[in-house]
């Protein structure tokens, strides 16, 4: 099967695909133990300072509806067809979809968020995902290689470990707009000499291109997540360490410092003492540079969690400023619970 040009992606087909929608924190330190890691990305140990009663804590409500579909209508979890030529037919139209500037703006929230979705169903099921390569145009085989193999590498950091049964103590705020992060990636690569992408690929994996505001378990905080300590490092930390542009640039310092012009890998294994998140992060770089139109789609992943009760959505204006248990976080906001659940 061919694959679909890109300009055949009409409105038409992307609201029928809509239609059928009912949508890191990793510490900056050469002495975290590997995996420690709480990002949109990997898998997430226990918020910080969890309640001996996890239940009572009150819980903050959302600060804003989650809305965005071409209609206004509020958004949801996307709902996956069972069937593999089913989800093939659907990447087939998102992918190209994601990267056409006739897209309108306004739908890219919902394309983004259900191939998120369908990557991550598929990296827990290597059968299915087998099938549904074989009914993927070529064109996009590739790019799936790249974005299974990123999320199976962060799903192994913490295999056979308890899933968590709080939802953590976060803010979830929209990121810069997509340009701006553009050129902090870039302009931290030209004067460092770390690819934009790698940039990218970290700011991605460590909380969603910054819509994770909180503090980590190691008290790694921003949307780079760095250690104050670590940010405090002469020619390192320069601005605030909550602050995207600020943060780029301090992470592109810290991949030099830590090797990165010479090894990108073993930059990274500074970054995060795994190989595994080493790996992941280098398959997300990786289908950037091979085409940064990719860009698009990373932009507009909203952050999952996985959490006792499956992978939760948790969308902007989530709003918990105490560990709350996922059963009580579930009755009051059901929005976050995984379809069929």
């Keep these: 099967m061919a694959p679909l040009p890109m300009r055949v992606v009409t409105p038409v087909l992307l609201v029928l695909l809509l239609a059928s929608t009912a949508v890191a924190v990793t510490t900056v330190t050469a002495e975290r133990p590997p995996g420690a890691s709480a990002a949109a990305e990997p898998s997430q140990p226990p918020p910080s300072q969890p309640p001996s009663q996890p239940s009572s804590p009150p819980l903050t409500p959302p600060l804003t509806a989650p809305t965005g579909t071409a209609d206004g209508a509020p958004r949801s979890y996307p709902r996956l067809p069972r069937d593999p030529a089913a989800i093939a037919a659907q990447l087939a139209v998102l992918e190209p979809a994601l990267r056409a500037t006739a897209t309108p703006a306004d739908q890219l929230p919902d394309l983004g968020h259900r191939q998120q979705v369908i990557y991550r169903r598929l ?181 999952h969690y996985v959490s006792a009760a499956g992978d939760l959505w948790l969308p902007v204006g989530y709003n918990q400023p105490r560990p709350l248990a996922v059963t009580t976080y579930l009755e009051r906001f059901p929005i976050s619970a995984p379809p069929g659940r």
């Design 123 to 303: 990296a827990l099921d290597p059968s299915l995902a087998a099938r549904v390569r074989g009914y993927l145009p070529v064109r996009w085989q590739g790019v799936m290689d790249h974005h299974l193999g990123a999320r199976r590498e962060f799903l192994a950091m913490h295999r056979g470990g308890p899933r968590s049964a709080v939802v953590p103590a976060w803010r979830i705020i929209p990121p810069e707009p997509a340009a701006n992060l553009l050129r902090y990636y870039r302009e931290a690569a030209a004067a460092t000499g770390i690819p934009w992408e790698v940039l990218a690929a970290v700011n991605l994996v460590e909380t969603g291109m910054g819509r994770i505001d909180g503090v980590s378990v190691a008290d790694a905080r921003g949307p780079m997540q760095f250690l104050p300590s670590t940010w405090a490092q002469r020619g390192i930390g320069q601005g605030d360490i909550r602050d995207p542009e600020d943060a780029i640039h301090a992470a592109a310092r810290y991949l030099v410092r830590r090797g990165g012009l010479k090894d990108i890998r073993k930059g990274l294994w500074g970054y995060n003492n795994s190989n595994r998140y080493v790996r992941a992060v280098l398959h997300y770089a990786e289908l950037l540079r091979m085409d940064p139109q990719a860009f698009t789609g990373f932009y507009h992943w909203e952050i």
